[in-house]
């Protein structure tokens, strides 16, 4: 393992945390009481779309070799098309399960599908992007000692900690405090993107520091 590849991976992910932030502040100098609380939905619209657009921009740059009949114009759009079935699935499948967590099944249900999106964002899009619509890939990722790379080292951390986050941001939704970030699902979208940064903070940082002791098999 060398150490410019950890650089690289810390470079990328400043680039995906320096995305939220521009989601968070670019869009208020030209759209009009724009913020992360009173237009909430917009903002996770615009969040979704630019951590997406960088993260296949990194996909481009990291990506490995493929044969010459997988770099077909049909196989990428095959794949491309199987990617956006599974984004959809996954958003789906995770506003059912918000649903049977306790969120309004009728009202609401705008702000519990952008839930989804974004938390599909944060976990579900790099692992498309690194993996694509590869489920045994996905399996062996999220297994014991399954990872063939730094790469997917960071996709454990990041999505581990962006559903963490997320299970952390219920938590005051019912307590009497009365704070306008406790309207649903606010707190779980704020927790869940806190999670998604301390994920790409801490996965180069554990990584450099656990550098001598990860072994890798080949891919």
Known sequence: MKDSDIKKLFYMHLLCIFSIILSTFIPSFFLENFSVLETHLLWLCICSVSVTAINLLLYFVVKPNVSSKRSSLSYKVARFLKCCIYFLISCLFLH??????GAPLLELVLETFSFAVILSTFTVVPCLCLLGPNLKAWLRVFSKNGVNSIWENSLQITTISSFVGAWLGAFPIPLDWERPW?????????GATFGYVAGLFISPLWIYWNRKQLTYKNN
């Open 96 to 101: 059912v399960i918000f649903v049977l967590y």
């Open 182 to 190: 406790q309207v649903w699902p606010i707190s779980c979208t704020l």
